[in-house]
């Protein structure tokens, strides 16, 4: 199994600035993922955190927008940059381990006035 | 491409009947089948888990769910609901032709169990 912490657990920013959400696991995993999701609302995957290599986003985020590191396999950072209202959300930081199962952090309460 | 479906937004039930939560699936190979629930403002938490094996699942607070193949089908059941179970789930598939990749989600079922 693995426990993942985040910090900050919540922030209230304002919009133009920029916010780096970290994520570190208590043992090595094969996969780390970040998600982002709207109060009452499913799921969305980000990007995949890639150790040491930039990370894999899916359609609709952009590395420009939301920068991500690992440079181990514990830790990971999501930025999300030149944030507006509609970045108002929770970030998840997920990772999975051999044994198929995908674990997840307490989540990152975003707040974009 | 990997999807789920949740067709329902909102299930309610009486304290003390079954409970179903539906979830359909569509991946390339055999799935990877999971449900998870989240609690107001708490995070994500495991229940259970299809990998490969037997059809029934037992997960954690006395849930279980059925794999059915040929309905695509991996419905979250439990026998007796409780107040407590009142809570947002989601169901999650992930291809085991990428087995290295995120999970995808549903869109999530609230279930409402009243006293």
């Known amino acids: 199994s693995a426990v993942i912490s985040q910090k900050p657990s919540r922030d209230i920013c304002q919009r133009g600035t920029s916010l780096t959400i970290q994520c570190q696991v208590d043992s090595q995993v094969t996969m780390m993922f970040w998600y982002r999701q709207q109060p009452g609302q499913s799921l969305t995957l980000i990007a995949t955190a890639n150790q040491g290599s930039e990370a894999t986003y899916e359609s609709g985020f952009v590395i420009d927008k939301f920068p991500i590191s690992r440079p181990n396999l514990t830790f990971s950072t999501l930025t999300v940059s030149n944030m507006s209202p509609e970045d108002s959300s929770i970030y998840l930081c997920?990772?999975?381990?051999?044994?198929?199962?995908?674990?997840f952090g307490p989540g990152t309460r975003l707040t974009v006035t | 491409a990997q999807s789920v479906a949740q067709p329902e937004d909102q299930v309610n039930v009486a304290e003390g009947n079954p409970l179903t939560v539906k979830c359909t699936y569509s991946v390339s190979g055999n799935p990877y089948l999971f449900w998870y629930v989240q609690y107001p403002n708490r995070g994500l938490q495991f229940l259970l888990k299809?990998?490969?094996?037997?059809?029934l699942v037992k997960g954690s607070y006395g849930f279980e769910a059925e794999f059915n193949k040929s309905q695509t089908s991996f419905h979250l059941k439990k026998p007796s609901a409780l107040v407590s179970d009142s809570a947002l789930y989601f169901c999650a598939v992930r291809d085991s032709y990428q087995a290295g990749t995120a999970l995808i989600f549903g869109k999530g079922t609230t279930l409402s169990v009243s006293s």
């Open positions: 997920s990772a999975s381990t051999h044994d198929y199962e995908q674990y």
């Open positions: 299809y990998i490969t094996g037997d059809n």
